[in-house]
């Protein structure tokens, strides 16, 4: 079913403004500018498939630009000889400029990309608190004394890489945007970061917001585009040190081999087909409540979604009818009204993909226990879709789909549940749901994947690293691996 879209508020209207104030120019070195090119590309509203104005397609001489002005803001003394203490203090007060406007941050996030505004407001909350947890860092990045013979002192320093390349996707935005930016700040780098050409509103946002919180021009850089264009610009650029990209996997493998000619250090956080997996001995009802939540927030496009639901087999039928049920429950429609559970996908293309798999599933054999179309004449909305008796080798089960599409897979035991769980070439996350706890530790071992849920499923907290393995990418966001990411360590030997 379709909800309506009800009245706008103060923040709505704010949200609204910003967007009629006109085509969005690039920022480099604390200001607006205009993309050399002179084009741009039109931004969409999900909902109503409206323009709601147009963001710059920035090119290669853009970059060049934001380079430049990243490289002097890293080596000028206002933020390379900034103490630690006054480091902290420019990402609180980030922390607090984005805390006071985040109700329109929220409604931009859910104009631009689609999702429900109670969805959009979690996650800038997600964000005062990833600025506030790495505004803790700076004074806590510690090197080491190592022992050797008496004659020589050998001590390591932590220092920051230099200037960040940050490519991100439409998804979650603003979280992306921030937890890559917080990041490299805690550790004394600057940033040129290109947004998805499909939401790139609340970085924009964003970047004025850090420019009025007294942050040195140049520190942090937006610059919008397609990503063969000002993306492909920075993944190669001689004067990028460090490359973080958060997309597909397909997109990941590109950039690494772009940024092997200028050696860049690179982190990749990829896609997923994550497994869920579901012992009798659980707790079904909370089981199958985190499962729904999962495979329907944020209508399906998170790379670390419950994809994979693998229940035992003596259980498989009732739980699939039980999570169709529980599906068909969620209700689908306007982002701002408060009873949506699923808005719109991203765009017309991800819609037509999702609908493409949806096929791929019913040809394939499996069963469709609930939803598989299109809702709403407008919009580029699909139902909550729920195959069962899926086989763990078909394509719905192997390809990650990002959209608010499940796979229930039976399984026979515990090793079968461990082997389909593995069978993937992702490794983004996974979970196990059982009140055995020998059995929940030891699968949880089992599961090749860099973030693990035991009863639980989706949480996520900055203090807890979260990354792949396998194709699912390279290297950690959040938690004390990130610190590592995004500093290296320079050995020092010193003769007595
Ligand atoms: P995508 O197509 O890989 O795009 C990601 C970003 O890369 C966009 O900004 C895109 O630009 C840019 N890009 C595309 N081609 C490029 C190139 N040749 N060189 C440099 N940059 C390029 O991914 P998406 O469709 O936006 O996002 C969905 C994917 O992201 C899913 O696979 C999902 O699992 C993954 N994801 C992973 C995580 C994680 O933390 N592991 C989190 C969220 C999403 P334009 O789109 O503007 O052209
Ligand atoms: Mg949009």
Same mark, same amino acid.
């Given at each position: 079913?379709?909800?309506?879209?009800?009245? !706008?508020?103060?923040?709505?209207? !704010?949200?609204?403004?910003?967007? =009629?104030?006109?085509?969005?120019?690039?920022?480099?070195?604390?200001?607006?500018?205009?993309?050399?090119?002179?084009?741009?590309?039109?931004?969409?509203?999900?909902?109503?498939?409206?323009?709601?104005?147009?963001?710059?397609?920035?090119? =290669?001489?853009?970059?060049?630009?934001?380079?430049?002005?990243?490289?002097?803001?890293?080596?000028?003394?206002?933020?390379?000889?900034?103490?630690?203490?006054?480091?902290?203090?420019?990402?609180?007060?980030?922390?607090?400029?984005?805390?006071?406007?985040?109700?329109?941050?929220?409604?931009?996030?859910?104009?631009?990309?689609?999702?429900?505004?109670?969805?959009? $407001?979690?996650?800038?909350?997600?964000?005062?608190?990833?600025?506030?947890y790495y505004a803790g860092w700076p004074t806590k990045m510690?090197?080491?004394?190592?022992?050797?013979?008496?004659?020589?002192?050998?001590?390591?320093?932590?220092?920051?890489?230099?200037?960040?390349?940050?490519?991100?996707?439409?998804?979650?935005?603003?979280?992306?945007?921030?937890?890559?930016?917080?990041?490299?700040?805690a550790c004394?780098?600057?940033?040129?970061?290109?947004?998805?050409?499909?939401?790139? @509103?609340?970085?924009?946002?964003?970047?004025?917001?850090?420019?009025?919180?007294?942050?040195?021009?140049?520190?942090?850089?937006?610059?919008?585009?397609?990503?063969? /264009?000002?993306?492909?610009? #920075? *993944?190669?650029?001689?004067?990028?040190?460090?490359?973080?990209?958060?997309?597909?996997?397909?997109? +990941?493998?590109?950039?690494? !081999?772009?940024? =092997?000619?200028?050696?860049?250090?690179?982190?990749?956080?990829?896609?997923?087909?994550?497994?869920?997996?579901?012992?009798?001995?659980?707790?079904?009802?909370?089981?199958?409540?985190?499962?729904?939540?999962?495979?329907?927030?944020?209508?399906?496009?998170?790379?670390?979604?419950?994809?994979?639901?693998?229940?035992?087999?003596?259980?498989?039928?009732? #739980?699939?009818?039980?999570?169709?049920?529980?599906?068909?429950?969620?209700?689908? /429609? %306007?982002?701002?009204?408060?009873?949506?559970?699923? +808005?719109?996908?991203?765009?017309?293309?991800?819609?037509?993909?999702?609908?493409?798999?949806?096929?791929?599933?019913?040809?394939?054999? =499996?069963?469709?226990?609930?939803?598989?179309?299109?809702?709403?004449?407008?919009?580029?909305?699909?139902?909550?879709?729920? @195959?069962?008796?899926?086989?763990? $080798?078909?394509?719905?089960?192997?390809?990650?789909?990002?959209?608010?599409?499940?796979?229930?897979?039976?399984?026979?035991?515990?090793?079968?549940?461990?082997?389909?769980?593995?069978?993937?070439?992702?490794?983004?996350?996974?979970?196990?749901?059982?009140?055995?706890?020998?059995?929940?530790?030891?699968? *949880?071992?089992?599961?090749?994947?860099? !973030?693990?849920?035991?009863?639980?499923?989706?949480?996520?907290?900055?203090?807890?690293?979260?990354?792949?393995?396998?194709?699912?990418?390279?290297?950690?966001?959040? +938690?004390?691996? %990130?610190i590592?990411?995004?500093?290296?360590?320079?050995?020092?030997?010193?003769?007595?």
């Amino acid at each position: 079913m379709l909800t309506e879209t009800p009245a !706008r508020d103060d923040a709505h209207q !704010r949200a609204l403004d910003w967007i =009629a104030a006109g085509p969005k120019e690039i920022w480099i070195d604390g200001k607006w500018q205009q993309a050399r090119s002179g084009k741009f590309i039109d931004s969409i509203n999900p909902e109503t498939e409206e323009k709601l104005t147009a963001i710059s397609d920035a090119d =290669a001489s853009d970059i060049d630009r934001a380079v430049m002005a990243a490289r002097k803001a890293f080596e000028a003394p206002s933020w390379s000889a900034m103490t630690p203490h006054e480091r902290t203090n420019c990402l609180l007060r980030i922390a607090n400029i984005v805390e006071a406007n985040a109700a329109e941050l929220a409604v931009l996030e859910s104009l631009d990309n689609g999702m429900p505004l109670w969805y959009s $407001k979690a996650g800038v909350n997600a964000v005062v608190n990833q600025f506030r947890y790495y505004a803790g860092w700076p004074t806590k990045m510690f090197g080491a004394t190592n022992p050797s013979t008496p004659d020589i002192f050998n001590y390591t320093l932590r220092e920051p890489i230099g200037v960040c390349g940050q490519i991100i996707a439409w998804n979650v935005p603003l979280v992306m945007a921030s937890m890559k930016i917080a990041n490299a700040l805690a550790c004394g780098n600057t940033v040129v970061l290109k947004p998805a050409e499909l939401a790139s @509103f609340t970085t924009l946002r964003l970047a004025e917001l850090i420019g009025e919180a007294d942050i040195p021009a140049g520190v942090v850089n937006i610059v919008t585009g397609l990503g063969a /264009g000002a993306g492909a610009a #920075i *993944a190669s650029h001689p004067g990028i040190d460090k490359i973080a990209f958060t997309g597909s996997t397909a997109v +990941g493998k590109h950039i690494m !081999r772009a940024a =092997a000619d200028t050696m860049k250090k690179v982190t990749l956080e990829l896609g997923g087909k994550s497994p869920n997996i579901i012992f009798p001995d659980a707790d079904i009802d909370k089981a199958l409540e985190f499962a729904v939540r999962s495979f329907c927030g944020n209508s399906g496009q998170v790379c670390s979604a419950s994809t994979r639901v693998l229940v035992h087999q003596d259980l498989h039928d009732e #739980i699939a009818a039980r999570v169709a049920d529980m599906a068909s429950a969620y209700k689908v /429609g %306007s982002p701002f009204d408060p009873e949506t559970k699923l +808005g719109p996908l991203v765009s017309g293309t991800q819609r037509d993909r999702v609908m493409g798999y949806i096929e791929a599933g019913i040809a394939d054999g =499996a069963t469709l226990s609930f939803g598989g179309s299109r809702l709403g004449g407008k919009g580029y909305f699909v139902q909550p879709t729920v @195959f069962s008796n899926v086989d763990n $080798k078909s394509k719905i089960a192997q390809e990650e789909i990002f959209g608010p599409v499940v796979t229930i897979i039976p399984f026979k035991d515990e090793a079968d549940a461990i082997q389909k769980a593995n069978d993937t070439t992702y490794g983004l996350a996974g979970a196990v749901w059982s009140r055995d706890f020998s059995r929940a530790t030891r699968v *949880a071992k089992a599961i090749k994947a860099g !973030r693990i849920f035991i009863n639980s499923y989706g949480d996520a907290d900055p203090v807890m690293a979260f990354g792949g393995y396998k194709q699912s990418g390279l290297g950690r966001e959040y +938690g004390q691996e %990130s610190i590592d990411m995004y500093t290296q360590t320079k050995s020092v030997w010193a003769r007595l």
